[in-house]
C-alpha cells in the first residue's frame, strides 16, 4: 500500500472535478482538474529529469498556484519539496543550497542569474524559472508531458519535505518531514477544526499567508484540499482585500499580525463575518487583548493553536465545546489527538499540573530528523523519545496548555523566525564592531520585533544606521533589527555571559 501524501489529498478531490478548487485575486479560476493535471504533467517533467530517489526540489519562488501545484507535483513524483523563504538573499540561499544539495532549484526570472551560478556551482543539474505570471521555464517544458501521472509509492517515513529552521540552536537545520508526518496532521485537523466536505455544505478558506513554511503550504493547502473545499487565493496579505472577500468565506487562518492588522480597518464587522464559521491563529502567541477585541467586533471567538515546523501541529484550542470546554484566550489549547504533551523541569522529571517547565512532544506527526545532522537530531530528543519543543509552558488542571516563553534565544516577528545568534554574527563581522547583542521587544505590529544593542571597539566609531544598512545588504529584510543602539558596554552576569533580559527590560517601551 502506498502512503503518498498527494495521492491522499487527490483522494479527497470531489468527484466532480470541473468544480473550482481555486479562486485567485486576478479573477482565475482553476478547477481541481486543473490540480489534477497540471502536477500530472509537471511529476512528469520532474521524472524526466533522471533524478536520484529523495532528490530534493528547492523553490525560492513568489506565491502563486503553480508554486502549489509545483509542491503537489514534487510529492506525486515522490521527491522532496524544499520551500525557501523569497525574502532570503544571496548568502542565506547559498548557505540552503549548498547543505541541501537540491537536484532542482527552482526561481524567479529576476533571480535566475544569481541563484542558478550558486545552484551550479553546488553541483545541481536543473535550474528552471517560475513567475507569479504563469511564465518560466517549468511551465514551458511542463507544458510538453503527460497529463496522466500515477504517484510514486511511499512509506510513512519517505521524506516529503525539508524546512529549514534553527531549533533551538546554530545554523539552520533542515527539519525533515514524512509524508506519514504531514498525512496524520492532515487528519487529526480535518476531524479537529470541523472542517465540512462539500457533501457537509462545503467551506472555502481565505489563503492570504505565505507558501513557504508549515502554516501557509500545509495546514491551510492540506486542510483545503484533504476535503474538498475551495481557496480564495491571495498572493499577497491585505487586510482590505480580505475584509472584502469574507462574505464568501468560512475559514480563515493567519498569524496574529494579520488579526492586528484586520483589526485596524473599518470595514471589519460582524456582517463582514456573517458566513464564516472559523478562524484560526497561530505561529507567535496572541495577545489577549487581539483575541478580545476580534471577539467584539466580529462575534467569532479565534481558535489558537501551536505548532512547529518540526512537528506541524502539536495543541489546538477545542473547535466545539464538546471537545473539552471553550476557546480559552491566552493558551494553545489541549493536545491534539495522538499528540503526547508534557512539561519537565530541570531535573527531567514530569511536572504537575501549574508548574513551568519544558515542554516536550510526540506522535506520528513530529519530524524525522535535521538533515544530514543525526548529533543535533539526538541532542533534541530525550532517551525515551520526545522532542524538546524550546518551548517553555504549563498545563493547568484543566488541560489546557499555556506557552510562557521559549527557552531558545529566539524572536518571532509577524509570524517569522529572527534568530539572534545569526544576526550577531553579521553584525559583529562589521568593521569597528566589537560585540553585539540582539533582542525581542514588544511591538503593536509585528508582535515582537529585533533590535541590536552594539559596542564598538576600542577607538571605532559607529554610526548605527550604517550598521542597519549594511546588514539590509545581506540578510532577509525580516531580520533587519528595527533599531539599533551603540552603547559603551553591555549587561553581563558573574559568568561574563550578556543578560538578554535586562536588555529586553530596558528596551520594552520602544514601540509601545
Ligand atoms: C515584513 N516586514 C517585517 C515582517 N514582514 N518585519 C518584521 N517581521 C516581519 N514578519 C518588514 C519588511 O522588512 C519591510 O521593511 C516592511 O515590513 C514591508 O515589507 P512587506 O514584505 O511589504 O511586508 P508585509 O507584506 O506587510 O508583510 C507582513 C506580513 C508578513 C504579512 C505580516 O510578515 C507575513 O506574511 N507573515 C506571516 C509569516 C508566516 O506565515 N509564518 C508562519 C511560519 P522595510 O520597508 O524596512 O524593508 S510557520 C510557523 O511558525 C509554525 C509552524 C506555526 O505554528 O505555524
Ligand atoms: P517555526 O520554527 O517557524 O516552526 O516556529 C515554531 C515556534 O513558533 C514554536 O516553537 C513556538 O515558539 C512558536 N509558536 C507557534 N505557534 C505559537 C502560538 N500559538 N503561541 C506561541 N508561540 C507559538
Redesign the pocket.
Known sequence: MSHNLFAALRAAFPAALDGIAIETDSGLNYSWADLERGSAMMANLLQSLGLPDGARVAVQVEKSVEAVVLYLATLRAGYVFLPLNT?YQRAEIEYFIGNAEPAVVVCSSANFGWVSKIAFNAGTQNVFTLDDDRTGSLLARAAHCSDQHAAAIKQPDDLAAILYTSGTTGRSKGAMLSHGNLLSNARVLKDYWGWRTPEQGGDVLIHA??IF????LF?AIHGALINGSKMIWLN??DPKRVIEKLPEATVFMG?P??YVRLLAETGLSRDACRNMRLFIS???PLLIDTFHEWTARTGHTILER????ET??LTSNPYQISQGGERRGGTVGFALPGVSLRVQGEDGQSLPAGDIGGIQVKGPNVFQGYWRMPEKTAEEFTDDGYFKTGDVGKIDGDGYITIVGRSKDLII?????VYPAEVEGYINELPGVAESALIGVPHPD?GE?GVAVVIAKPGAVLDAGGIIAAL?AQLA??K?PKQCFVVNELPRNTMGKVQKNLLRDEYKDLFV
Open positions: 525574502a499567508l505565505p513554511h508549515v502554516h501557509g495546514i499577497k496579505f498569524v499580525t494579520l497561530g505561529s507567535a501551536y505548532g512547529m515546523s506541524a501541529m516577528s509577524g509570524g517569522y523566525n509585528f520585533v539590509k529584510n525580516f533587519i
